[in-house]
T-cell receptor
């Protein structure tokens, strides 16, 4: 089974500060994703990547940057954290094609509170 | 039914009852995923159904897909307390991206 590890599991940040969320996967998946989940809502795609050193914008990229230094690691960066970015952030990797048909494997999430 | 950024829908049923959750999607897709999210954890795939399948079963789960109406459903037979979770449908808006519906929060009470 795919293993996706996120760190930290929770974080409190100050408005205007820089926040980095990290994600590590051990299953040799090419695709990695960052989603945001607000309380009582579904998941929205922020950024994704299909190869090291390259990232793509998702549906809600404003206020976020992403970095993919290696196949295993994918980071989400908030350069100037804002109150509206308080949410739970999920990283996922994707098993492409075959019987699994693009299944996403999620980490446990990072709960971010911006004060 | 669920889609996009709307609020989570909530369902509460008694243990032993059957329940069906619906999902409508907006773009062409070749497969519909259904994910389950337990409290405090990330979503996990529980069943997927391809565009050439009308129905798919896995244990007490049954998924249906109607490509003409762009809708899918997930049914749970004889729900148990451990089925309490949030359930999401997801479709591929493009080759690279999976888009999630807003989810259904299911509570199964004894």
């Amino acid at each position: 089974e795919a293993a996706v590890t996120q760190s930290p599991r929770s974080k409190v940040a100050v408005t205007g500060g820089k926040v980095t969320l990290s994600c590590h996967q051990t299953n040799n998946h090419d695709y990695m994703y960052w989603y945001r989940q607000d309380t009582g809502h579904g998941l929205r795609l922020i950024h994704y990547s299909y190869v090291a050193d390259s990232t793509e914008k998702g549906d809600i990229p404003d206020g976020y940057k992403a970095s993919r230094p290696s196949q295993e690691n994918f980071s989400l960066i908030l350069e100037l954290a804002s109150l509206s970015q308080t949410a739970v952030y999920f990283c996922a990797s994707r098993d492409w094609g075959g019987e699994s048909q693009n299944t996403l494997y999620f980490g446990a999430g990072t709960r971010l509170s911006v004060l | 039914s669920q889609w996009g950024e709307e609020n989570l829908q909530a369902l509460s049923i008694q243990e032993g009852e059957d329940v069906t959750m619906n999902c409508s999607y907006k773009t062409y897709t070749t497969v519909v995923h259904w994910y389950r999210q337990d409290s405090g954890r990330g979503p996990a795939l529980i069943i997927l159904i391809r565009s050439n399948e009308r129905e798919k079963r896995s244990g007490r789960l049954r998924a249906t897909l109607d490509t003409s109406s762009q809708s899918s459903s997930l049914s749970i037979t004889a729900a148990q307390c451990e089925d309490t979770a949030v359930y999401f449908c997801a479709t591929s808006s493009s080759f690279s991206k999976l888009v999630f519906g807003q989810g259904t929060s299911l509570s199964v009470v004894p």
